[in-house]
């Protein structure tokens, strides 16, 4: 018995990783590319796109906006996402089983149904504001994410500590924030960017719900393909990609990535 | 610092089940009172209400003369030891122990002052600045019980604090634990499932059984003079036999039961009345070969081997009995032996209806 792998294994492993990665290397290349049209190999190396992407009003709107609501939805889930998933945790047995379904609904309702359905009843309905009606729809989309990701934390949360802390007179709502917060922060940290990104990515809900003058950058890229063939959209995914890893090395060099797998 | 715990007539539920009935207990100031039963008895929602975890239905919770009853949990200054421990993860030793201090609004120094004090009482000083995670099981429970005492309260409450230790640390923790609650005299409650436990440390015993307080009294009583069967069978009474009283003479009494009589003395018993049933341990009959023995008729069944006596299974016209005999003459299944009990290691129980 030896203890390298098995040639084979390595060459399997091998060919999912090229399966993987070909595609973000391909999109890579085609951004790099000089030419007007999406091409690949890349003819001439260039950043114009890159550039492009900038120059374009739309782009520059959009990520904005992207950024806005990624951020404030996963913020507005993780306030109503932390209490939720405590008091499922907490009060399990007291509490009536459907009431944790209830919070995992948004993800179990096939995404494009859901966003008609918020377009009909409350974009339409109400005639709210089209950054409100987005804000709503991605902190509903993400806070399924929230409450299962906090609610796995809580899991392993023996209760009892909690219970220690108040005997020895520390008040319920300052339990929650010096003992049980502190013993969970990781589960908080993955809940927020597994909502962060899922918000960030986000089409089938924001397509109903992006209105004349306000998009997300994921619906943006559909509409510039739809009308022009030219390496910006490229440009805009490897900005994307870049922006997700930067995130996760942050994540692995504060916290390591290990506990996302919990 | 030390003061009484008074419970009235403190009845809980679970929805629509009752858990607790009717509890009045009252543990002296400075005592150790345990709460003894199977799981389910009631002993550790006794416990809750008393901290305040859960609200009584009915009844009243005082302590020196406050009134704990819908007090919050974190107004009642109660010192809580639990069996999983339940030390703060993300503290050191030090900030655990200090950590009650610290909602007292004392300041760091004095906190810290005070919990090392406590830290070396209990022999963990030099891991203080430890995570609870390196801490072994013992460790962990000193530390545990080091953050109840040190904000010195008037009732210390211990929930199984040594089920989860292995048997020789459990009976080391223990002693501990009752040195550090003597020494300090604070009044303590302490829920346990293992008899010796109970017995070895408390003043007062509690048993329970399904919600009800079957008998509460000094260690050595219960042990002896059990009050009802269900303590009997609990204590280790494990022969309980129905008797007539067939004659009285002035303070003996002649009972008789399957062909068997028995003289006992009311001096010995108290009153006795004219139905009873006389309880013994397997120790308390004697197994005879003499057949001109004053005993029950048995025959002898399996043998066990208990290393300081042999057990026997015996059928007898009054029933299933178990009797220990000596090690000098292990007897055969099948044997006819007569079971003599021994009055000093009896005790006589009301009748009731239906066993």
């Given at each position: ?11 399997v492993?091998a ?9 973000l290397?391909?999109?890579?290349g ?23 992407i ?12 992207s ?9 507005i889930?993780?306030?109503i996402?932390i ?29 494009i ?8 009843s409350?974009?339409?309905g109400?005639g ?33 500590i ?21 013993n ?46 030219d ?20 994540v692995?060099?504060?916290?390591g990535?290990?506990f996302?797998?919990? | 610092?030390t ?17 607790l ?24 929602t ?20 406050r009134?704990?009853?819908r ?22 030793v ?42 072994s ?35 080391d923790?223990?002693?501990?634990i ?12 302490y829920v ?70 028995l ?10 009345p ?10 308390g ?39 220990n ?23 006589i ?5 239906g066993?």
């Amino acid at each position: 018995m030896s203890d390298r792998p098995h040639f084979l294994l390595i060459a399997v492993a091998a060919l999912v990783y090229l399966f993987l990665m070909l595609p973000l290397v391909i999109v890579v290349g085609a951004a790099l590319s000089d030419t007007t049209y999406l091409t690949f190999p890349p003819q001439g190396l260039s950043l114009r796109w890159f550039e492009n992407i900038f120059e374009i009003s739309a782009f520059r709107r959009t990520i904005i906006t992207s950024l806005q609501i990624a951020l404030l939805g996963t913020l507005i889930a993780l306030l109503i996402g932390i209490p939720a998933a405590y008091a499922l945790n907490r009060f399990r047995i007291e509490l009536p089983k459907w009431l944790g379904t209830l919070f995992v609904l948004p993800i179990l309702v096939p995404e494009i149904v859901f966003g008609f359905a918020l377009l009909k009843s409350f974009t339409v309905g109400t005639g709210a504001p089209i950054f409100l009606s987005l804000l709503i729809g991605h902190t509903l989309i993400v806070l399924p994410y929230v409450v299962r990701v906090i609610s796995a934390s809580l899991a392993s949360f023996d209760f009892s500590i909690e219970e220690a802390a108040i005997s020895l007179g520390s008040a319920p709502v300052k339990t929650f924030f010096t003992i049980v917060l502190p013993n969970v922060r990781a589960g908080v940290i993955a809940a927020f960017i597994l909502a962060f990104i899922t918000s960030l990515n986000d089409v089938s809900v924001s397509l109903f719900l992006t209105g004349p003058g306000i998009s997300t950058l994921p619906i943006q890229i559909l509409a510039h393909v739809e009308q022009f063939f030219d390496p910006t959209v490229a440009s805009v995914s490897v900005l994307l990609m870049f922006l997700t890893v930067a995130v996760m090395a942050v994540v692995e060099r504060t916290l390591g990535l290990t506990f996302l797998a919990k | 610092m030390t003061q009484p715990l008074d419970l009235q007539a403190v009845s809980a539920h679970y929805g629509t089940t009752k858990v607790l009935e009717d509890l009045s207990l009252s543990v002296q100031a400075g005592e150790l009172v345990s709460l003894l039963g199977a799981s389910g008895c009631g002993k550790t929602t006794t416990l809750r209400l008393i901290a305040g975890f859960l609200t009584p239905t009915t009844g009243s919770i005082q302590l020196g003369g406050r009134d704990l009853t819908r007090l919050p949990t974190h107004k009642r200054d109660i010192g809580l030891v639990f069996q999983n421990y339940a030390l703060f993860p993300h503290l050191s030793v030090l900030d655990n122990v200090a950590f009650g201090l610290k909602q007292r609004g004392m300041t760091p120094a004095e906190r810290r002052k005070r919990a090392m004090a406590m830290l070396e009482r209990v022999g963990l000083a030099p891991l203080a600045d430890r995570a609870p995670g390196a801490l072994s099981g013992g460790q962990k429970q000193r530390v545990a019980l080091a953050r109840a005492l040190v904000i010195e309260p008037p009732l210390l409450m211990f929930d199984e604090p040594l089920s989860n230790l292995d048997a020789k640390l459990r009976v080391d923790m223990r002693v501990e634990i009752r040195q550090l609650q003597r020494s300090n005299g604070t009044t303590s409650v302490y829920v346990t499932h293992d008899q010796e436990e109970a017995f070895s440390i408390s003043d007062r015993v509690a048993i329970m059984n399904a919600g009800r307080l079957m008998q509460f009294d000094r260690p050595e009583v219960l042990y002896r003079r059990p009050a009802n069967t269900f303590v009997a069978r609990f204590v280790g009474f494990e022969n309980i036999l129905p008797f007539k009283v067939i004659a009285r003479d002035g303070d003996m009494v002649t009972a008789e039961t399957a062909g068997m009589t028995l003289r006992l003395s009311q001096a010995v018993y108290g009153a006795i009345p004219d139905t009873f049933l006389l309880a013994t341990r397997p120790d308390g009959l004697v197994v005879s070969t003499d057949p001109t023995a004053e005993g029950l008729p048995a025959q002898l069944g399996l043998r066990t081997y208990l290393g300081r006596a042999y057990q026997y299974q015996c059928e007898t016209a009054a029933g299933h009995l178990i009797a220990n005999g000596s090690l000098t003459t292990p007897l055969e299944a099948g044997t006819n032996v007569k079971l003599v009990p021994m009055p000093e290691q009896c005790t006589i129980l009301a009748s009731e209806g239906g066993r």
